[in-house]
C-alpha cells in the first residue's frame, strides 16, 4: 500500500447478530449488504438456515472455484433467485441451465471475440465523446447525480454496439426510460427466493415492474423484427445484433428466433448497461475522493489517448484500467451469485444437501479481510503488487468464473476504462461533502440516493 493516508470510500453497515427471520428477510429485501453480519468478511465459509432455505456462503477460494469452475454441473444457476428478473429476460441466457444455456452460449459466445470488441471500439469512443459534450453545460462546480449520466452512456454504447442506432432514436430512447421504471420497481430478490414456489404458481411481482417488462420486450420485439427484415434483404449493419442473429449453432445449425433473440437482447442490456453504469459511476466517486490519482488519469489520457485514439491506446490506459478495477473490487455490479446443489455435496466437512443454495459474493470476496490489505480503502497501485495479483485470482470475480463467466467481460474492460479516461480528461470531479453515497443492492450495487458529485472543466496545463 502505499505511503498516504488511506482514502475509505462509504460501505453499508453491517446488521447485529441475532435478527429474527422476519425481521431479516425484510432487510434482506432492502438490501443485501446490510442485512448480513460483520463475520462475513473473515469468514471461510458461512451456513444460514431458514425454513425452505438452506444456503452457504464460500469465501474460500477452493470452495468457490469447486462450485464456479470445477462441477458447475453440479450446481446451476438458481430458478429461485432468476425468478425476479424473469418477467424481464425470460428465457435469456442469464437465467438458463442445462443444454439450454450451453447451445445460447455457443451462438453468443462468437460475437464477443476479440476482433468483434475491436469492430466495437469507434461506438464506445463516440459515446465517450458525445457524454463529454452533455456534461459541458453542467460542469459548473455545482452537484450533478452521475449515476444517471452513467446509465445514459452505457445505455447509448450498448444501442450502438448492438442496433447501430445511438440512445437518441426515439425506440431507444424508450427503452431506456423503461428500464430506468423497470430498476426503480424492482427488488433483487422476491417471495420466490424464499420459498420453493413451483412453477404455476404466481411470483407476486409488482405491477409496475411486469408493466415496465412488457414495454420494454415489446420495444425490443419492434428492434428484433426490423433486424430481421434488414438481414433478409441484404441490408443489416455489421454489429452485434446482426452478428448474434446470423450465427447457427455449430451442433445444430439453427439460429435464434425473433422471440429467443428479444431474450437475449432484454439479457445484454441487463449486463452491458446496467453493471457497467454501477461500476462508472462508483469509480467515478473514487477518484473524486482522490484528486491525485484523478489527476494522474487525466494526465494519462491526455497522453496515450492524443486527439484521435484508436484501439491499442486503451490497452495504453494502465492506471485508468487499475481505478476500474479497484472500483468493480469495492463495489461490484453484482454483490451476490447463487447456484443450487443438484446433488449432494460437502464444504469444509459441512454436509449440503440437494436443493441447498451456494453463495458466491464477489462483494464480501473484494473486501475480505483474508486476502487483501486494508480491503475497505480505495488504493489502484495494489493492482501492480504482487500481493494484489494474488488477491486478484482468489477473491476478485465481477465477471463470475468458469463455463458461466460473463462473456462481455472483454467489452466492459475497454469500454470502463476508456470512458472514465476521456471523462477525467475533460472534468475534474468532487464529492459533494452534503450527500455521502450509501451503497445498497437493488439490481446491482447502486446508491441509495445518487452519486453526487461538483463536476468543473479540467485546466490543462501548459509550458
Request: with cysteine; proline share 10%.
Amino acid at each position: 500500500m502505499p505511503d498516504k493516508p488511506l482514502i475509505i470510500p462509504p460501505k453499508p453497515p453491517s446488521r447485529a447478530e441475532g435478527f429474527g427471520l422476519l425481521r431479516y428477510i425484510k432487510a434482506f429485501r432492502r438490501d443485501i449488504l446490510s442485512a448480513n453480519p460483520a463475520r462475513l468478511y473473515r469468514a471461510k465459509m458461512a451456513e444460514f438456515r431458514m425454513p425452505f432455505l438452506h444456503t452457504f456462503l464460500v469465501n474460500e477460494p477452493p470452495l468457490w472455484r469447486h462450485v464456479l469452475t470445477k462441477a458447475p454441473q453440479d450446481f446451476p444457476k438458481s430458478p429461485r433467485f432468476a425468478a425476479g428478473l424473469e418477467p424481464l429476460l425470460g428465457r435469456g441466457v442469464f437465467l438458463t441451465n442445462g443444454a439450454e444455456w450451453e447451445r445460447q452460449r455457443r451462438i453468443i459466445d462468437p460475437a464477443f471475440e476479440g476482433g468483434r470488441l475491436r469492430d466495437s471500439f469507434p461506438a464506445m469512443l463516440a459515446v465517450a465523446q458525445a457524454t463529454v459534450a452533455r456534461l459541458q453545460p453542467l460542469a459548473t462546480g455545482r452537484p450533478v447525480e452521475i449515476e444517471a449520466q452513467m446509465s445514459h452512456a452505457t445505455a447509448d454504447v450498448i444501442f450502438r454496439a448492438l442496433f447501430s442506432m445511438p440512445i437518441e432514436d426515439a425506440t431507444a430512447s424508450a427503452v431506456f426510460s423503461e428500464f430506468r421504471a423497470f430498476q426503480g420497481t424492482q427488488p433483487l430478490l422476491n417471495l420466490a427466493a424464499f420459498a420453493p414456489l413451483p412453477r404455476w404458481m404466481p411470483r407476486f411481482h409488482r405491477r409496475a415492474t411486469k408493466r415496465a417488462a412488457r414495454r420494454i420486450r415489446a420495444l425490443t420485439a419492434e428492434l428484433v423484427t426490423a433486424r430481421r427484415q434488414a438481414i433478409d434483404e441484404g441490408r443489416a449493419p455489421d454489429d452485434l445484433a446482426t452478428k448474434i442473429m446470423t450465427t447457427p449453432d455449430p451442433e445444430t445449425g439453427q439460429s435464434f428466433d425473433n422471440a429467443e433473440m428479444v431474450d437475449q437482447v432484454a439479457v445484454f442490456f441487463l449486463a452491458g448497461h446496467e453493471t457497467s453504469a454501477s461500476a462508472l459511476g462508483w469509480a467515478l466517486y473514487v477518484l473524486a475522493l482522490d484528486p491525485d490519482t484523478q489527476a494522474q488519469v487525466a494526465e494519462e489520457a491526455a497522453r496515450e489517448l492524443g486527439d484521435a485514439p484508436d484501439f491499442a491506446s486503451v490497452s495504453r490506459l494502465k492506471l485508468a484500467r487499475d481505478v476500474f478495477r479497484e472500483a468493480l473490487r469495492l463495489y461490484p455490479p453484482v454483490p451476490m451469485m447463487v447456484r443450487e446443489a443438484i446433488c449432494p455435496a460437502v464444504f469444509r466437512g459441512r454436509e449440503v444437501p440437494k436443493g441447498a443454495q451456494a453463495v458466491i459474493s464477489p462483494w464480501y470476496l473484494g473486501r475480505h479481510e483474508a486476502h487483501w490489505s486494508e480491503p475497505d480503502a480505495f488504493c489502484p497501485a495494489r493492482w501492480a503488487t504482487p500481493e494484489g495479483r494474488a488477491a486478484a485470482r482468489d477473491a476478485f470475480l465481477p465477471f463470475s468464473a468458469g463455463p458461466r463467466v460473463c462473456p462481455g467481460a472483454g467489452f466492459a474492460m475497454i469500454e470502463g476504462p476508456l470512458i472514465l479516461a476521456v471523462l477525467a480528461r475533460a472534468f475534474h470531479f468532487a464529492p459533494d461533502p452534503a450527500r455521502v453515497p450509501k451503497p445498497v443492492a437493488h439490481l446491482t450495487v447502486r446508491a441509495k440516493a445518487g452519486i453526487w458529485l461538483n463536476i468543473s472543466p479540467r485546466v490543462t496545463k501548459t509550458n
